[in-house]
């Protein structure tokens, strides 16, 4: 079972998330409120997925998924924002997201990413 680590500075946005992840299967070992606690997290927990939000206080989710993928170059990260323009996605790419979601979030969109991530390690 795949171990996945939420960011996003909404209460309701994480807690969703994680209830769609926890029904498909999946184990939710964590939740960030910021891009601090993101970081934090990731180094203490080395989920196997994190999903992580680009508009976060104290540190925003592009510069926290920079920092991880310093670390862990290994990272699976997929970027979850509402701001969607070709050039934060491209940003996101290039600082190594696997994935990108646009909210608002629906069940279809995290678990098509969650498959296709997955089925490419089967």
């Known amino acids: 079972m ?3 680590l939420i960011a996003d500075d909404s209460l309701f946005i994480r807690t969703k998330i ?7 299967g999946y184990e939710v ?7 601090v606690e993101a970081v934090l ?8 997925l994190m ?17 991880i993928k310093q670390n ?17 996605v491209n940003e996101a790419v290039q600082y190594g997201a696997i994935d990108f979601i646009e909210k608002p979030v629906y069940d279809s969109k995290i ?3 969650l498959e296709r991530i997955f089925s490419l390690q089967d």
């Open 111 to 113: 678990l098509s990413a």
């Open 51 to 67: 999903l992580l939000d680009i508009t976060m206080p104290q540190k925003d989710g592009l510069t926290a998924l920079k920092e």
């Open 72 to 88: 862990h170059q290994d990272a699976k990260i997929i970027m979850i924002s509402a701001m969607a323009q070709d050039n934060i």
């Open 29 to 35: 070992i964590g939740f960030a409120s910021n891009g």
């Open 2 to 4: 795949a171990r996945i």
């Open 18 to 24: 994680g209830d769609i992840v926890k029904n498909a």
């Open 41 to 48: 997290l990731y180094n203490q927990l080395k989920p196997d």
